[in-house]
């Protein structure tokens, strides 16, 4: 990669931000630490936006998802019942929430260093966002268990893995109550 392109592809990195913004408004979606997000029924969807460099640029995009009771429950465990009422972005970029699930990557060569080019990813990346999360609401939490279960071990699998059979034990005594 000559010099030019890599000047080029630092600019691009540094107004990644400025970029995604606009382009995330139509579809509801917020934006905290350069990560987009959205909480739709009791599922929090999470999309990554970088941009790479290895022979070429690319825009690698990774999607992630985890039911938003995850964050209550390993708060409760250690002690930090105060962050739930902290801002809802917490549970995207907080050191200690619960670990989300990666449900797809997406990878998109930036040939030419150009803005258009990005955007076009970008859109591209949201647009699958939201058609993904349109097939899977309202049913949020069957589709992450069943994923979940499909993942190999990945960092922090175990700490997900007893959240949700807290959630279901609890669940299922609730129903029991009733």
Do not use: C
């Amino acid at each position: 990669m000559t010099r030019e392109e890599r000047k080029a592809v630092s600019a691009l990195k540094k107004n990644l931000p400025k970029i995604v913004k606009p382009l995330i408004k139509p579809y509801g979606f917020r934006m905290t630490s350069g990560r987009v997000w959205v909480r739709k029924d009791d599922m929090l969807y999470v999309m990554i936006p970088l941009i790479n460099i290895k022979e070429a640029a690319i825009l690698h995009t990774t999607f992630l998802a985890k039911p938003v009771f995850a964050d209550d429950y390993l708060w409760d465990i250690l002690g930090m019942e105060e962050n739930k009422s902290k801002p809802f972005s917490l549970r995207v970029t907080g050191a200690f929430a619960a670990p989300p699930v990666n449900f797809h990557v997406s990878n998109h060569p930036l040939s030419v260093m150009d803005v258009g080019e990005l955007e076009a990813g970008l859109r591209e990346d949201l647009e699958y966002l939201s058609a993904h999360i349109a097939s899977v609401s309202p049913d949020g939490l069957s589709w992450f268990r069943e994923m979940e279960s499909k993942q190999e071990r990945y960092l922090q699998s175990d700490i997900m893995r007893l959240i949700l059979l807290l959630h279901e034990r609890f669940h299922h005594q609730r129903k029991e109550l009733r």
